[in-house]
């Protein structure tokens, strides 16, 4: 390689002025927040007393994922703390996500780390080897060490939490005499149905607020990938490019998180091709490649015979379009033939017909009775439910690990 080459490696192309802008997991500036003015006008609400050194009240959150439930408590509660700070109220907050810190001494240690890093602390917290409790206990040390008036502790993914401990505690925090803090909890849940559990599990007192996110439509995911585009350089994105991403999104029930991450994905494919724009073709492919991941993901698991079965099946589909279904034996034909050119022995017959009968393969395949018309019996046929292309890319993607 030469020296002007082994510098172009890290080339970045012209496609990106600020990529940080559409990663997932960057957390955007109130100003930034699209369409959900009275859900920050609520959460507003919740937090208003906190802020001026009475007690937040406790807030449940529902909502499909990507409508950015986590995004607006994360920069109210934010914005919350520089407001208090006018009043000279010391308003702190934890963020937890229970999905990363599922039982309640890991969720009750990232409360206790996250409280020391926001108000930089440098608090050494013991890493394992001490009780739920303890951790908690170390976070309420925290709070009278450093004054605080108000805390809240937003229980992101609250759903994920194998019990109820944690948010017990926070409710019953000040009345037990553990802190002089007013303490409150934003519990936030992708699932709906998790409000009956939740309302069972936890005290009235904690019952002060719910909020519910609706799915985007597709002017509002439109909007909120317009409040992005200076992650691109000026020009870059091609007309259409927006509506088209907004559009997909929405009917995918409103995730704005797919939205800004197809559209992330539509840039890095420009880049890679070393073109000057993001076309919708571009949209196009983000898509599918992100559909052979998925799918990729699904087979990671199964077998190298299930792989075969499926890779048969995808190539009969798409050397018949008109059919509906394939019987086993046809399958099974075409099955051997692909595990022999590997020089490797195929399973009987009737191993692959159960094969594709368990579990019609995670809901990859469908397996349906037809009737065997004139003298013949019903028979099964099996059908897939993706596009060939889409399994045969996976596939040989998987092969290639
Ligand atoms: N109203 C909005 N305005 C701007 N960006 C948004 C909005 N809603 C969601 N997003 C972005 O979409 C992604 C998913 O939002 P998030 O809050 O994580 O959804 P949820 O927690 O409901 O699953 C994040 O990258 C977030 O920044
Ligand atoms: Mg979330």
Same mark, same amino acid.
């Given at each position: ?7 172009? %490696?890290?080339?970045?192309?012209? %496609? ?17 927040? &699209? ?39 994360? $920069? ?8 208090? !700070?006018?009043?000279? /109220? ?7 996500? $229970? ?23 440098? @608090?050494?917290?013991?890493? /394992?080897? %001490? ?21 809240? *502790? ?27 803090? @007013?303490?409150?909890?934003? $519990? ?56 088209? *991403? ?7 029930? +409103? ?26 073709? @571009? &949209? ?42 394939? !019987? ?10 692909? *595990? ?11 191993? &692959? ?9 995670? +809901? ?8 065997? +018309?004139?003298?013949? +019996?019903?028979?099964?046929?099996? !059908? ?18």
């Amino acid at each position: 390689m030469t020296e002007e080459d082994a510098t172009n %490696i890290f080339e970045t192309g012209d %496609i990106f002025a600020n990529r940080e802008l559409v990663r997932v997991g960057h957390v955007p500036q109130l100003e930034r927040v &699209v369409g959900r003015d009275d859900e920050v006008a609520a959460i507003g609400r919740a937090l208003g007393p906190a802020t001026a050194g009475g007690p937040p009240e406790t807030t449940i959150v529902y909502g499909k994922t990507g409508t950015g439930k986590s995004l607006v408590t994360r $920069c109210v509660s934010r914005r919350a703390h520089d407001e208090a !700070r006018k009043h000279n /109220v010391s308003f702190q907050h934890a963020y937890v996500d $229970c999905s990363d810190y599922q039982t309640a001494a890991k969720a009750s240690r990232e409360m206790a780390t996250e409280l020391a890093s926001n108000l930089g602390a440098g @608090h050494d917290i013991p890493r /394992v080897g %001490i009780a739920a409790s303890d951790y908690r206990d170390i976070a309420w040390e925290l709070l009278a060490e450093y004054d605080v008036d108000s805390f809240v *502790v937003i229980l992101d993914e609250i759903d994920k939490l194998d019990d109820d401990e944690l948010l017990r505690s926070l409710s019953r925090a000040r009345e037990s005499g553990k802190s002089d803090s @007013h303490i409150g909890a934003m $519990c936030i849940s992708n699932k709906i149905e998790f409000r009956e559990r939740l309302n069972e599990r936890i005290d009235s007192s904690l019952q002060d607020n719910e909020l519910v996110f609706d799915p985007y439509d597709a002017g509002q995911l439109k909007e909120i990938l317009e409040h992005r585009t200076d992650a691109f350089e000026d020009g870059v994105l091609e007309q259409g490019v927006i509506p088209k *991403v907004a559009a997909l999104a929405a009917k995918e029930h +409103g995730d704005a998180r797919k939205a800004i991450d197809t559209l992330y994905e539509a840039g890095r494919l420009a880049e890679k091709e070393g073109t000057r724009t993001v076309s919708v073709e @571009h &949209v196009d492919d983000a898509v599918r490649q992100a559909e052979v991941n998925r799918f990729e993901k699904l087979v990671s698991g199964t077998t190298p015979h299930v792989k075969y079965i499926l890779h048969a099946l995808a190539l009969l589909t798409t050397d018949n379009p008109e059919q509906e279904g394939f !019987r086993t034996h046809r399958i099974y034909t075409l099955y051997t033939k692909l *595990v022999e050119r590997d020089g490797n022995d195929p399973l009987s017959e009737d191993r &692959v017909y159960r094969l594709l009968k368990e579990q019609s393969f995670l +809901g990859i395949t469908e397996s349906n009775h037809t009737g065997g +018309g004139q003298g013949g +019996g019903s028979y099964l046929e099996h !059908r897939l439910l993706r596009a060939p292309e889409i399994v045969i890319q996976a596939l040989d993607d998987s092969a290639g690990d």
